[in-house]
């Protein structure tokens, strides 16, 4: 595929043929494209400077814009796997945000976890963990229970079961092990406690969840 600025276009192999396209506003700087896992493959979200556009590609128009999320540019977003209209947001205000699509006027919770501009967020499939990375060469591991969808289970009475102490809710751990902007993380298709970092001076760093944070999680 080829990617223009403006449009997608498709390739094939008698030259290029538009499949279908949408125009984004004149002078929008297009950051980040995250497909929403929720609406059958229909929906895709754009970071466009200080906003985030959700695009219906059935009739490839915006249904839904959440105006001024950062108060700089957006530079990705994510949806929550397992939670319908919930996403993600962060940006060069050093912030990570929390959003319902259907209130976008206010964020459900902004978490201030980097000194400097925050480059990607990244729910893992317990959406409860989230990973930001940042300009000021971290990695943060995020902990945020109360917009994740076991806090929508009932709850089980269990008088034998020994009471645990909940991890705290915001920043869990950071990871120090770049020397510059990491750009990039992501999880592990095939172990939900294992991600990869990747900072501008090209060393990929693969960490993992501590052991406590995990069995707190799990048991």
């Known amino acids: 595929k080829q990617w223009y600025q403006r449009r997608v276009r498709g390739d094939v192999e008698d030259g290029v043929r538009e499949h279908s396209s949408c125009d984004l506003p004149k002078r929008c700087a297009p950051a980040a494209l995250r497909w929403n896992p929720h609406s059958s493959g229909n929906q895709v979200g754009v970071a466009c400077d200080t906003h985030v556009r959700l695009h ?35 940006g060069d205000d050093c912030l990570t945000k929390f959003w319902d699509c259907r209130k976008c006027t206010e964020p459900l919770m902004t978490v201030n976890d980097h000194s400097h501009w925050v480059w990607k967020v990244r729910y893992n499939l317990r959406d409860q963990l989230l990973l930001t990375a940042g300009s000021d060469g971290k990695v943060v591991l995020l902990n945020i229970p109360s917009l994740a969808s076991e806090s929508l289970a009932p709850e089980e009475e269990d008088t034998e079961k020994e009471v645990k102490e909940p991890l705290k809710e915001g920043v869990l751990e950071e990871y120090d092990k770049h020397e510059d902007s990491v750009y990039s993380v992501a999880w592990s298709p095939v172990d939900p406690w294992l991600f990869a970092s990747l900072s501008h001076d090209g060393r990929l760093v693969l960490n993992r969840v501590s052991k406590d944070i995990k069995f707190n999680i799990i048991l």
């Open 56 to 90: 219906d590609l059935r009739s490839m128009k915006c249904v839904t814009i959440l105006d001024s999320v950062h108060s700089h540019n957006v530079r990705d977003l994510d949806f929550n796997p397992n939670r319908q209209y919930y996403l993600s947001t962060c």
